[in-house]
């Protein structure tokens, strides 16, 4: 037993050292795809459903010093382990909304914190504050977040691992998240920091208390979109993209946005998408947008892409405005672990 409370010494030792790098010269940010699968779909091809990672810091700790996750669906945990980043190295994680591709990886992850660090330190979890929805049922991610564990604890599971362990908390996993919840506004609010990292967020178009979030470090920024849609879910409008998440990424330097490719059209595909769904967002994977218009360039790379990629999906997604763009850099369909590092390397 010393020795778990060494390890746990160790860990938080190691983490207080690397938050006080944060503020160092020189800091870089990653961003990077932990999960690409969208929709409550059956699984596809080893993809993880959707997440994103966002690690700033500097070249000394590989741009590591403040870890966020961004939505946590299917196998967050095994990308991140891919990554070398383990559950108990993240300081919080943001849940756009409470639709299960976006959430049924947290249950994974807080567990892992829960049995290797019961002790803490807690994690936050930031999202929406509850919602009732015009069908009269509430988006809850508060009760989300407090019942995470539930099924483990009624088998008993958590009390048994409670007993070998006495500093893992009696309560399981989610007596160690800190949950913090806001209402999403039509404008950017901050709604955490920590050193010189900010994240705002900003109402947004899909479910009830749904919202998308903009990390700004001094290395650069990104925006994390989530499934956000047009205000108006169908045609006719006058473009398909969200107003909000292009109010939040103005000067980003990367935007990660869920979308469906027109491939996946009813039209057009053996298993297609309902049309109702389709008109909501335009290209199916995650899209990791560089913005190439800032002076230094400092954003763009290459990194493999997914499928084919029309040239005139290039800049924003529109249905009916040609030649309205909003981003200027690359669109880029990224699959699993795509990443992208500003300053680029
Ligand atoms: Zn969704």
């Known amino acids: 037993m010393r020795g778990w409370r060494a390890a746990m010494g160790i860990a938080l030792a190691t983490h207080l ?33 959707s997440g994103t990672l966002v690690r700033y810091g500097e070249d000394a700790n590989n741009c590591g010093a403040v870890k966020l996750q961004f939505d946590a669906g299917r196998g967050t945990t095994m990308r991140l382990s891919q990554l070398g980043v383990g559950t108990e190295q993240l300081n919080a994680v943001f849940f756009t909304h409470m639709h299960n591709d976006h959430t049924e990886g947290f249950a994974d992850l807080v567990q892992s914190r829960w049995a290797f660090h019961g002790i803490g330190p807690k994690i936050d979890a930031v999202c929406s504050a509850d919602v009732v929805s015009l069908q009269g049922f509430t988006v809850s991610c508060r009760k989300f977040v407090s019942h995470i564990a539930d099924a483990f604890i009624q088998s008993g599971e958590i009390a048994q691992r409670h007993s070998e362990v006495k500093e893992r908390t009696a309560g399981g996993p989610a007596e160690l998240v800190n949950t913090i919840t806001f209402d999403p506004k039509d404008e950017p609010q901050v709604v955490w920091t920590i050193a010189a990292v900010s994240v705002s967020a900003i109402r947004s178009t899909h479910i009830p208390g749904n919202a ?55 039209t057009t595909a053996a298993e297609c998408i309902p049309m109702p769904i389709i008109a909501r967002r335009r290209c199916r994977c995650e899209v990791l947008d560089v913005n190439a218009s800032d002076p230094a360039d400092r954003g763009r790379s290459a990194i493999s892409l997914q499928g084919a990629w029309q040239p005139a999906d290039r800049g924003r997604l529109q249905e009916s405005s040609p030649g309205r763009w909003v981003f200027t850099g690359q669109v880029i369909v990224g699959t699993d672990l795509a990443s992208l590092r500003v300053p680029a390397k």
């Open 17 to 49: 050292i690397t938050m006080s790098s944060a503020t160092v010269a020189a800091p870089c940010l990653v961003v990077t795809l932990t999960g690409t699968a969208g929709g409550p779909q059956q699984p596809f091809n080893g993809l993880a459903s």
């Open 212 to 266: 998308s979030y903009r990390v700004d470090t001094p290395a650069g920024s990104v925006v994390i979109g989530g499934d956000a849609a047009n205000d108006t879910l169908a045609p006719p409008r006058k473009w398909s993209t969200s107003d909000q998440v292009e109010t939040l990424a103005k000067g980003a330097d990367i935007i990660v946005h869920s979308a469906i490719h027109p491939v996946m059209g009813p």
